[in-house]
């Protein structure tokens, strides 16, 4: 038995039909052979590693200036307990009055791939630019070389020095939004929940999630719909849960600092942005944490987009449903600033 469920759970659920993708995802999976990909396993962990790097090349301080558009520095944070220095890449607009509001943010893959470079220009196109804010992105170590704590360890701790420091970065630490996508986006929930009960960093004006990767324990029926279907499945979030937790994944005691689908309380929590596919393994996990925000009598706007696979947007950047998801983000964002204005 997993979390109280009876042991025919993962067959009921597997024998379900998934739910069908949107037409222009579906033309943008058999593009990229997403239909029939290869999983993540601990023996081509490296593979993947080298494969992600290559599809996601990082772009250098220059490039993301942009012709002179965005200023772009990086800093260096002392890590905690004697450990490693923190790579924090602050990126604004040019010509932006402050102290300006901040997301700061944490990239997606899984825990165990990805940088804090590669995100910026979407985040800068989309977010900074017409919205007027900073980003802060954190170049946290990953696993299975660093397991839980140490990349939410270093999150922490660059989100405190951000805030410590934010004078003479010229940021608002009180108008500063907590975000990350799919395994970012549970490392953001982790450390909003972290932030609130050690109460020694900023008071966040909001959290955006986007298809978080929240719950070890990878037993809803959105897990087992879409097993072997689409880029990211349960089978490579097991892979990669593992490589974070070591020992420790699927304890029945496990801290929901370590995977935030673990919480029972989820009081005090600032206004939650939470989008996920319909189609994704991620699904179900992502709507019970917006439940969970509303029972404990919190704010949480969630989207479920129709047909949409795992990171979609990044791979259907024209489709239209990702026009409605990135709008729909924006929007939220314009609202979660102008309230902090009060």
Same mark, same amino acid.
């Given at each position: 038995m997993t979390g109280g469920r009876d042991s025919s759970f993962s067959e009921r659920h597997a024998a379900r039909m998934p739910?069908?993708?949107?037409?222009?995802?579906?033309?943008?999976?058999?593009?990229?052979?997403?239909?029939?990909?290869?999983?993540?396993?601990?023996?081509?962990?490296?593979?993947?590693?080298?494969?992600?790097?290559?599809?996601r090349p990082r772009p250098t301080v220059a490039e993301l200036r942009a012709d002179g558009h965005f200023a772009v520095e990086e800093l260096s944070v002392p890590g905690v307990g004697g450990g490693p220095d923190i790579t924090l890449v602050h990126a604004?607009?040019?010509?932006?009055?402050?102290?300006?509001?901040?997301?700061?943010?944490?990239?997606?893959?899984?825990?165990?791939?990805?940088?804090?470079?590669?995100?910026?220009?979407?985040?800068?196109?989309?977010?900074?630019?017409?919205?007027?804010?900073?980003?802060?992105?954190?170049?946290?170590?990953?696993a299975p070389e660093t397991r839980y704590p140490g990349p939410l360890d270093d999150c922490h701790t660059g989100l405190v020095w951000t805030a410590g420091h934010a004078?003479?970065?010229?940021?608002?630490?009180?108008?500063?939004?907590?975000g990350g996508k799919s395994a970012g986006g549970g490392l953001a929930a982790a450390l909003t929940l972290l932030n609130r009960d050690r109460g020694e960093g900023p008071t966040p004006v909001g959290q955006l999630l986007q298809c978080p990767m929240l719950d070890d324990r990878l037993d809803t029926p959105s897990a087992f719909q879409m097993e072997e279907?689409?880029?990211?499945?349960?089978?490579?979030?097991?892979?990669?849960?593992? *490589?974070? /937790?070591?020992?420790?994944? @699927?304890?029945?005691?496990?801290?929901?600092?370590? =995977? !935030?689908?673990? +919480?029972?309380?989820?009081?005090?929590?600032?206004?939650?942005?939470?989008?996920?596919?319909?189609?994704?393994?991620?699904?179900?996990?992502?709507?019970?944490?917006?439940?969970?925000?509303?029972?404990?009598?919190?704010? *949480?706007? /969630?989207h479920v987009w129709? @047909?949409?696979?795992?990171?979609?947007?990044?791979? =259907? !950047?024209?489709? +239209?449903?990702?026009?409605q998801a990135r709008h729909a983000r924006t929007q939220w964002l314009s609202r979660a600033l102008a309230r902090s204005r009060r």
């Open positions: 739910p069908p993708f949107d037409p222009e995802l579906t033309a943008a999976l058999e593009a990229l052979g997403g239909l029939s990909r290869e999983r993540i396993t601990p023996e081509n962990l490296a593979v993947h590693r080298q494969r992600d790097a290559a599809s604004r607009p040019v010509g932006e009055a402050g102290p300006l509001p901040v997301l700061y943010y944490m990239h997606g893959g899984g825990l165990v791939m990805g940088n804090a470079w590669s995100v910026l220009p979407k985040i800068l196109r989309d977010w900074s630019a017409p919205l007027g804010m900073a980003v802060v992105s954190v170049e946290y170590r990953l004078d003479e970065l010229g940021l608002d630490a009180e108008r500063m939004i907590i279907i689409g880029l990211w499945d349960r089978s490579s979030t097991a892979v990669c849960w593992r *490589a974070y /937790l070591g020992d420790h994944h @699927g304890d029945p005691d496990l801290s929901p600092y370590a =995977a !935030p689908g673990r +919480a029972t309380d989820l009081s005090g929590l600032p206004p939650t942005y939470i989008d996920v596919g319909s189609a994704e393994t991620f699904r179900d996990e992502n709507i019970a944490y917006a439940q969970a925000i509303w029972c404990a009598g919190g704010d *949480a706007e /969630l129709p @047909g949409a696979f795992h990171g979609f947007d990044s791979f =259907a !950047p024209a489709a +239209a449903l990702t026009r």
